[in-house]
Structure formats: structure tokens, C-alpha cells
């Protein structure tokens, strides 16, 4: 019988509480934010993503990130990264005691206008002495990279443009590159190509490649899949499935992690995380949301106990 070449483990990084909150149209209030966070590290998670200390004008989901790190309970196996914009949100992240952060740009130049209001060589400019003051600090920091397989107002993306992205926020001191289908158009075929450039022409590790999907047209779990057959070992999710983009018309949750995990376990590829225990998270964060969540997983799990 042939054999895939998978990996033994994944890491799987938790974007819920940033990437997932920052999009609901419902307040969600502090102190459930906070529970829902412990929630997800109790389920075994390595990589909560805490919060983002962006302006609360810009996004007043998330107008609470001090309050939120200063009140969450951190687990010594868990790291609660945080995304910063600015100087400025850098400085409060410190404040807060953050040992971990990230940053964000795309590889269209249309959708970081439309984001950040910048050009793709202006945010990268930004991004600069938030990095240093990172180095400075011992602070770990991981780059986002945005529309990498296809963008809201350009159509199809350049995957040399992704890798111009990519080399510039290594070359400022990134750790670890997060290549995102931020409108999930995604096919496999696509992830081969994109990882082939990256890892063969670029020389960048595969060991700083993470991938992270949203299941707009149900792909996500096949990229991954993909993604893994390539060498990858990082995945992003989000818990119920939590997410979206307001600049990306249209754009669903990112992958569930429920359903990642689900697949992962049955493959048996060991991620470390309690299955039951993030549906526990989705079952707490659920009732304050205005829609219910997406994971086909825990769809399933809700339909098994009626």
C-alpha cells in the first residue's frame, strides 16, 4: 500500500479570540472573552491568539486587549500571542506583559489599502520598529501575509509577490510567516505552488511556513491536507469556526478547529488537544454570538445530543 508523507504532529494555532471576535457584529463582554480564552487553553491548545491592540475606533471588538491580558489566566503551556499595527499598540502590548506578537500585511496591494489604509511597502515600513522594539525585548513575532491565494478587489494573486512579502518580514526579524487564503479560494494545486516557490526559489524553511484556510468554498480541509503532504506543520483555526473579513465580501469563518482536530486524530497525527474540550469553548462562546457556529464538527456533536 503507498504511503502519505504526514507528519507524526501539528501544531495548531488558535485564532478564535482575535481573528475570529474581531469580526462579530454582537458585543461579546470582557470577562466572557477572557473565559473563552482559558477555555481553549485548558482544551490543550499551544497557541491561544489572545487579542489585538489595534485602535478601538478601528475595531471596538477588541477596544478591551488590556483588560483582557491583564485579567486572563495564563497556563505555562500555553502562549497567548497578540496582534499589533503600530508603535503605538506595540507599547501597550508591553504594558500588558505580552511575550508574543504578530503583525499583518497582504500580498495585494488593493486589500492593504483597504485594510490598513497603507501600500504593502508602507505597512512592511510600519512594521519595522515594532520588530526592533520585538528583538529588543526577546519577543517572539510572527508575520500574517494576507489574500495569498487570492484577493477581494484583484482577483488572483501573484505568488511572487507573496514571496517578496514573505522575504521582507523575515529579513525584519519575523520568526514565523502565517500565509493566509483570507477569501478561501484556495484549491490544492494552489498550496503546492505557492509552498514550491516559497521553500524552493525563496530557501525560506518549511519549518516557518504556517498555513492558515477559511472554509468560503469548503476547501479549507483539503489545503490542509495538502499543506501537510508538503512539509507543513503549523495550521491555523478558529473554534466554531469563528471569523471572516469585512474587507473581503462574502469571505466565511476560517477553518473550524474542531474539524481540523477531528481529521488530525482520525489520521493519527497527535496535536495535543482535547477534542471534547474546544467543543466545550464553542459551547460557551455560542449563546453571545448572533449565528451559530459554522464547524461542521460541532454541528455534528449538537445533532447527536437532541
Not at 124 to 129: A, D, G, S, Y
Not at 253 to 276: F, H, K, P, R, S
Request: hydrophobic residues 45%; charged residues 20%.
Amino acid at each position: 500500500m503507498m504511503k502519505l508523507a504526514l507528519p507524526q504532529a501539528v501544531r495548531v494555532v488558535e485564532v478564535g479570540p482575535r481573528d475570529g471576535l474581531q469580526n462579530e457584529k454582537v458585543h461579546i463582554p470582557t470577562e466572557q472573552k477572557i473565559r473563552f480564552i482559558e477555555l481553549l487553553a485548558e482544551a490543550g491548545l499551544p497557541v491561544v491568539e489572545a487579542t489585538s491592540f489595534v485602535s478601538p475606533r478601528a475595531i471596538p471588538q477588541l477596544g478591551d486587549a488590556g483588560v483582557v491580558m491583564a485579567g486572563l489566566k495564563r497556563l505555562s503551556g500555553t502562549d497567548y500571542p497578540v496582534l499589533v499595527p503600530n508603535v503605538k499598540g506595540m507599547e501597550r502590548a508591553l504594558q500588558a506583559g505580552v511575550r508574543s506578537i504578530a503583525v499583518f500585511t497582504a500580498a495585494s496591494e488593493s486589500f492593504t489599502r483597504h485594510n490598513i489604509n497603507a501600500s504593502i511597502a508602507q505597512s512592511l515600513e510600519n512594521f519595522r520598529p515594532v520588530l526592533e522594539m520585538a528583538q529588543r525585548e526577546g519577543i517572539a513575532a510572527r508575520g500574517y501575509i494576507s489574500t495569498v491565494f487570492g484577493c477581494p478587489y484583484e482577483g488572483a494573486v501573484n505568488p511572487r509577490k507573496v514571496l517578496e512579502v514573505a522575504r521582507a518580514l523575515l529579513d525584519m526579524g519575523v520568526g514565523e510567516l502565517s500565509l493566509g487564503d483570507t477569501i478561501g479560494v484556495a484549491t490544492p494545486n494552489q498550496v503546492v505552488e505557492v509552498l514550491d516557490l516559497l521553500c524552493g526559489e525563496g530557501q525560506i524553511e518549511m519549518a516557518r511556513l504556517a498555513v492558515h484556510f477559511h472554509d468560503t468554498r469548503g476547501t479549507a480541509l483539503a489545503n490542509v491536507l495538502m499543506a501537510l503532504q508538503m512539509g507543513v506543520r503549523t495550521v491555523d483555526a478558529a473554534a466554531g469556526g469563528l471569523g471572516g473579513c469585512p474587507y473581503a465580501p462574502g469571505a466565511s469563518g476560517n477553518l473550524a478547529t474542531e474539524d481540523l482536530v477531528y481529521m488530525l486524530n482520525g489520521m493519527g497525527i497527535a496535536t495535543g488537544v482535547d477534542l471534547e474540550k474546544v467543543v466545550a469553548a464553542t459551547r460557551f462562546i455560542a449563546p453571545l454570538l448572533d449565528h451559530a457556529p459554522a464547524s461542521k464538527y460541532y454541528q455534528a456533536w449538537q445533532a447527536s445530543c437532541m
